[in-house]
């Protein structure tokens, strides 16, 4: 049965910078209350890699150029991805293991492909589900978006043309928000689990969509 109301946050972390500009980069850290910033401007061909496993960390990267590639791994607690791409042919990568996690993306420019994954198989007692974030804005775009877990919290929105979505969910009082603007575009959308929040899907514009809703 389709619903129409939805509540989401975003939870915002500030970032203290630790690393500056640089066309490949890689950070590794396991503690707590890291902050890791890159910030690349005109790149060609960068590669950024980011791995952080402990609680409190923000990994936050800007990057301006093309056929950018990204990957950020964060295990543990209460972690937070900033990303910023702009540019052409760029890729992306965020994968948060755990809960209470963040995630906030803004993607500008031409076919580009990003994916988000967030994991949280059992919430600790006190802890919270994971929220994620993903905007793209420019034409041939395409993102896929995976959430498993309980009380978690998804928004992609598209602005462009010939974009394509993929969002998942799966586990228990899940969150799910779709916005499509532009001509030609298509969107897959799946949720398994209980007791979910009504997924809201708004498009402008030529469109297709499938969605595919399991459980009470």
Excluded: C, H, W
């Excluded at 950018?68 to 042919?89: H, K, M, P």
Aim: hydrophobic fraction near 40%; proline fraction near 1%; aromatic fraction near 4%.
């Amino acid at each position: 049965m389709m619903r129409y109301l939805i509540s989401f946050a975003v939870y915002a972390i500030a970032a203290t910078p630790v690393l500056a500009q640089s066309n490949i980069s890689e950070i590794s850290q396991v503690s707590v209350g890291n902050s890791s910033l890159i910030d690349q401007t005109r790149a060609v061909s960068s590669e950024v890699s980011i791995d952080q496993i402990g609680r409190d960390n923000v990994a936050d990267v800007a990057d301006q150029g093309t056929n950018s590639f990204l990957i950020i791994e964060q295990s543990g607690t209460r972690q937070s991805a900033l990303v910023q791409l702009d540019g052409s042919g760029n890729q992306g990568d965020v994968i948060q293991d755990g809960a209470g996690n963040t995630a906030d993306i803004s993607v500008v420019g031409t076919l580009n492909n990003f994916r988000l994954s967030q994991s949280a198989a059992e919430l600790l007692i006190g802890s919270r589900g994971n929220t994620a974030a993903l905007e793209q804005a420019g034409t041939g775009n395409t993102a896929f978006q995976t959430q498993l877990g309980a009380d978690n919290a998804m928004l992609l929105s598209q602005n462009g043309a010939d974009n394509y979505a993929d969002l998942l969910q799966n586990g228990d009082r899940n969150s799910m928000q779709l916005e499509q603007s532009g001509d030609n575009n298509s969107a897959e959308l799946k949720q398994f689990g209980s007791e979910a929040t009504p997924i809201v899907v708004t498009q402008i514009g030529g469109m297709s969509v499938q969605i595919t809703q399991t459980g009470e």
